[in-house]
């Protein structure tokens, strides 16, 4: 019971470090669609929150070919019993993650792999950087999440068939709703679900094991097969018509040879330690001192896990941790739009990967201390990443967002179909994508819930181009007019860093010649329509939006 229970205390303390992001936990971009689409049913009754889990079930959400409708339900059940609550959320990735570390632990040390290797896996798998994104993206991305955790419960109770060499019935029926609750999870895992178990029977066990693991295989193949037959009829007339179907999928030698290059490119940025590093481990202290304190805390608890008996199989555990890496990374080995996000399902197999050099000082008792040392430090570098990410992408990300919400909740007078001009919001701060004003629908969701108002539109920028004052923002640009002006709304940045409104728009008309056009709620300034020069502005420069001059390819000034 110890050599179980001490690793699950470890890795809740290790998650602890999470908690940096606490009072700062938001959601993000496609989050603000999942909550907007769960509320559908708030303060109606049961028909209606009925109605909302069927859209689900029919892809309604996305209105494409996805199969994890289950993560939705889980999704849409925390929203209604805690409304709005991205803490609630982030918590529960943070826990469902830790627990999943503990799993794999249990897993590798019932395979045979040396205890305290499993434990060091484990604690490198609650950090590692590759982990991240899912846990801080918590409505959209937790279809990342779930399923793992649920895979590697399948392969815990796969293997105890195999020990025991004999497919009971209640294991089967157990084999069979683990199968389906992978499969209806994430769609990320499907590789790993279909070919985990042949894989980790073949690297761990004999023939005689290797044969019973067949009948297992061939019940979870018929599980999958069975399921996906019967998921598109069951969805009925709800099914996505075709052209709303994304082809995300790209079988060419060029897209596999791209997206080796991004995951390359990627994993190198993710290290913290060079001039184009998402973050910088050693950009302040905080993160070093926390990485020091982990892997004290880490070699202080492995040390007291006591070995397995017997030998290590550390190249078994290496072949099984290279060959799952490559199930885990078949998903997105052809995937159009690879992101940081899509890590999440190789990380356990990178860790323990990465620690496997440790096992190689825990064979002689000269070296344990070194072993463990090893995977400890690995650890404390893992958590000085994890807090240097969180500092300096996420939380100034949620910080910014929270600026745009005070400012945009201050609005008056706001009405459906309305454009909100928001200058100078990042669009990516390292690891963590835009929170709310980036891109449609989200940012109109976004302010739906803050304000109240349905339909808003939105744009990063007004500009000049070629004497035309026009609205920008990443997919589009279109021209706009004194009247609708005189109907819109600027939030722009202030010196000390948040936002405030603008009462009036500066048309340069003439070089140094400007026209004031009112915006909504302002009147019309006391020159009327007549130019004024810049001298002449400045008293009303705190209250005035100057358009950028826009350049066809040269678009980093307007925080692109």
């Given at each position: 019971m110890k050599q179980k229970l001490l690793p699950?205390?470890?890795?809740?303390?290790?998650?602890?470090?999470?908690?940096?992001?606490?009072?700062?936990?938001?959601?993000?971009?496609?989050?603000?669609?999942?909550?907007?689409?769960?509320?559908?049913?708030?303060?109606?009754?049961?028909?209606?929150?009925?109605h909302v889990l069927k859209l689900l079930f029919d892809n309604q959400l996305y209105r494409g070919v996805q199969v994890f409708w289950l993560s939705h339900w889980i999704n849409c059940f925390l929203v209604w019993i805690f409304g709005y609550a991205p803490k609630i959320a982030f918590g529960l990735m943070v826990l469902l993650h830790a627990l999943s570390a503990w799993l794999f632990y249990l897993l590798l040390a019932r395979l045979g792999v040396n205890r305290r290797i499993a434990f060091l896996a484990g604690a490198g798998l609650v950090l590692i950087p590759t982990a991240h994104g899912p846990l801080f993206w918590p409505l959209n991305c937790s279809f990342f999440v779930w399923p793992m955790f649920f895979l590697v419960i399948y392969l815990l109770q796969a293997l105890q068939v195999l020990e025991e060499d004999r497919l009971r019935r209640g294991a089967a029926v157990k084999l069979v709703l683990l199968t389906l609750l992978t499969l209806f999870a994430g769609s990320p895992a499907f590789a790993l679900l279909v070919l985990s178990l042949p894989w980790m029977a073949w690297c761990f066990f004999g023939r005689q094991r290797i044969r019973m693991a067949l009948p297992v295989t061939a019940l979870n193949w018929a599980v999958v097969a069975i399921a996906l037959l019967l998921y598109p009829p069951l969805q009925g007339h709800n099914r996505p018509p075709k052209q709303l179907r994304e082809q995300r999928y790209f079988y060419t030698y060029e897209k596999f040879s791209v997206n080796l290059s991004v995951t390359r490119m990627?994993?190198?940025?993710?290290?913290?330690?060079?001039?184009?590093?998402?973050y910088h481990v050693l950009r302040s202290p905080s993160p070093a001192v926390v990485g020091l304190l982990v892997a004290l805390l880490v070699f202080l608890m492995a040390w007291r896990i006591d070995p397995s008996p017997g030998p290590s199989r550390l190249f078994r555990a290496g072949i099984f941790a290279a060959g799952m890496w490559v199930l885990a990374y078949l998903p997105i080995m052809f995937l159009h739009t690879k992101t940081?996000?899509?890590?999440?399902?190789?990380?356990?197999?990178?860790?323990?990967?990465?620690?496997?050099?440790?096992?190689v000082g825990l064979t002689s008792n000269s070296g344990r201390a070194w072993g463990v040392a090893w995977g400890a430090v690995l650890?404390?570098?893992?958590?000085?990443?994890?807090?240097?990410?969180?500092?300096?992408?996420?939380?100034?990300?949620?910080?910014?967002?929270?600026?745009?919400?005070?400012?945009?909740?201050?609005?008056?007078?706001?009405s459906p179909g309305e454009w909100v001009i928001v200058p100078g919001v990042p669009l990516v701060v390292g690891t963590a994508p835009y929170f709310s004003i980036g891109g449609a629908p989200y940012d109109a969701l976004f302010a739906k819930y803050v304000t109240g108002v349905p339909n808003l539109k939105f744009a990063r920028e007004i500009v000049l181009e070629n004497g035309r004052l026009r609205f920008f923002h990443r997919y589009f640009m279109k021209d706009t007019s004194p009247e609708e002006l005189h109907r819109s709304h600027v939030l722009a940045p202030d010196p000390d860093?948040?936002?405030?409104?603008?009462?009036?728009?500066?048309?340069?008309?003439?070089?140094?010649?400007?026209?004031?056009?009112?915006?909504?709620?302002?009147?019309?300034?006391?020159?009327?329509?007549?130019?004024?020069?810049?001298?002449?502005?400045?008293?009303?420069?705190?209250?005035?939006?100057?358009?950028?001059?826009?350049?066809?390819?040269?678009?980093?000034y307007l925080h692109y």
């Open positions: 699950l205390l470890g890795f809740l303390l290790l998650a602890s470090v999470y908690l940096v992001y606490w009072n700062d936990a938001e959601y993000v971009v496609d989050d603000w669609l999942h909550f907007d689409f769960y509320r559908q049913a708030e303060g109606a009754g049961l028909r209606e929150h009925l990627h994993l190198v940025n993710l290290t913290g330690l060079t001039t184009r590093s998402y940081l996000r899509h890590y999440y399902t190789f990380s356990p197999f990178l860790s323990l990967l990465v620690v496997l050099p440790a096992g650890c404390g570098y893992f958590a000085a990443c994890t807090v240097a990410e969180t500092r300096q992408c996420w939380i100034p990300q949620s910080r910014h967002t929270q600026l745009v919400k005070h400012a945009l909740a201050g609005l008056k007078n706001l860093g948040g936002y405030s409104a603008r009462r009036y728009v500066a048309y340069e008309r003439e070089p140094d010649r400007f026209q004031l056009l009112p915006l909504k709620g302002s009147d019309p300034p006391a020159s009327g329509g007549g130019l004024l020069t810049r001298d002449q502005l400045r008293p009303l420069e705190k209250e005035i939006q100057f358009p950028k001059p826009f350049q066809h390819g040269h678009i980093e």
